[in-house]
């Protein structure tokens, strides 16, 4: 069985920083691609992350380069998204995603709230 389970999510001040988790099992972990996603309420789920199956690239949505940054560690097969200088708009549930030419998995999200 295939499971994505997020993690790491809460209430931040606007400024602050999160570190997202995504543990991965019931599949090759370091044979696919790791993106993170996020959707606000109301709108459409939005590429933010990915990083390569060996690490050897990452890119980013310009709405967050800079701000965050995607690793994983296949050993443990996970996922991270660090967050920094973190704005209201960042507010949305943050899923975990992992892909190859065959096969697209999601987590169950967590939601993510920046806010004084």
């Known amino acids: 069985q295939v499971t994505l389970v997020e993690s790491g999510g809460g209430l931040v001040q606007p400024g602050g920083s999160l570190r997202l988790s995504c543990v991965a099992s019931?599949?090759?972990?370091?044979?696919?691609?790791m993106r993170w996603y996020r959707q606000a309420p109301g709108k459409e789920r939005e590429f933010i992350a990915q990083i390569t199956n060996l690490s050897r690239s990452t890119n980013y949505a310009d709405s967050v380069k800079g701000r965050f940054t995607i690793s994983r560690d296949n050993a443990k097969n996970t996922v991270y998204l660090q967050m920094n200088s973190l704005k209201p708009e960042d507010t949305a549930v943050y899923y975990c995603n992992a892909r190859n030419a065959l096969y697209v998995y999601w987590g169950q999200g967590t939601q993510v709230t920046v806010s004084s």
């Open positions: 019931g599949f090759v972990f370091s044979m696919y691609n």
